[in-house]
């Protein structure tokens, strides 16, 4: 474990980073006595931090959630992070490269909530049940710290969370198989990557799961209309300046955005 001054310390030195998009070096390296706990509430301070500067807290994301981002990533447990509303772009947005360090897009699955969830031992009937609506999502995915990154790292610096696109079709989620959607991302007209969200510990809903029982730890509930991104199905995709981005979701509609 390390000082509530060292958690302070960190979360400055993560938005300092995350402002003049220069990452620092890893925060467990900084401070090798830091485990998972010490990595969550820096996290929550460097929310508070960015709060404070009039941001506001919109849903969550949970990372790792899938075989192929753990692979990706050489990790083995989910993480999650939180959204804020300036992270929010729509369907047809032309997203500024400069905003990020070195950006890369993931395709997933937004649950939206129709009422708060929360509590112990929370079941994918309850998450099925809370959840208004599901559309299809791209996350952008960024670094504030070196690589390679251990769990800490990516805990303390929110879960990697920079930005998160949302189209396509949005169904209620007994409407439709939420484990058989399926996508493919294209850059520049190439795919690039595809999956199905059943990657995600067997049904989409299962992160969810994950991330309310992880919270309630915590004393936290989410609430109605926050966003909760489900994690990636496929391995991120580096973007720059330039690019063009189509995510097909077959039967759930598309995405497109444009990078510049």
């Known amino acids: 474990m390390i000082t509530e001054s060292e958690h302070r310390q960190a979360a400055d030195a993560l938005l300092e980073a995350g402002r003049t998009r220069q990452p620092i070096r890893q925060v467990s390296q900084t401070w090798p006595a830091m ?17 404070a500067q009039g941001a506001r807290i919109v849903g969550h994301k949970i ?15 989910p993480d999650y992070g939180m959204l804020m509303d300036d992270m929010l772009y729509t369907d047809g947005a032309r997203i500024p490269a400069s905003g990020f360090h070195s950006p890369r897009l993931e395709v997933e699955l937004a649950f939206v909530l129709g009422r708060p969830l929360g509590g112990k031992n ?11 609506y ?5 996350e952008i995915i960024d670094y504030r710290t070196e ?5 800490c790292d990516t805990i303390a610096d929110n879960a990697a969370a920079a930005a998160m696109v949302t189209g396509g079709r949005v169904v209620k989620p007994m409407d439709v198989d939420l484990r058989w959607v399926s996508a493919t991302l294209s850059k520049n ?18 992160g969810i799961v994950w991330l309310a029982n992880k919270l ?3 004393g936290i509930t989410m609430q109605a209309g926050h966003i909760l991104l489900a994690g990636s199905f496929t391995r991120p995709t580096p973007v720059a300046a330039g690019d063009t981005i189509q995510a097909d979701f ?6 497109g955005v444009s990078f510049s």
């Open 35 to 51: 485990e998972i706990e010490d990595a969550y509430a820096i996290q929550k301070l460097w929310a508070d931090s960015k709060m």
């Open 63 to 77: 990372g790792l959630t899938s075989r192929a981002m753990q692979r990706a990533s050489k990790m083995t447990e």
């Open 122 to 132: 929370v079941t994918i009937y309850d998450v099925l049940d809370a959840t208004a």
């Open 134 to 138: 599901v559309t299809p999502a791209l």
């Open 147 to 151: 690589v390679p990154r251990a769990i």
């Open 189 to 206: 007209g190439i795919i690039e990557e595809s999956g199905v969200s059943a990657a995600v510990m067997g049904h989409p809903a299962m």
């Open 216 to 218: 309630a730890l915590h």
């Open 250 to 255: 077959g039967p759930l509609g598309s995405i």
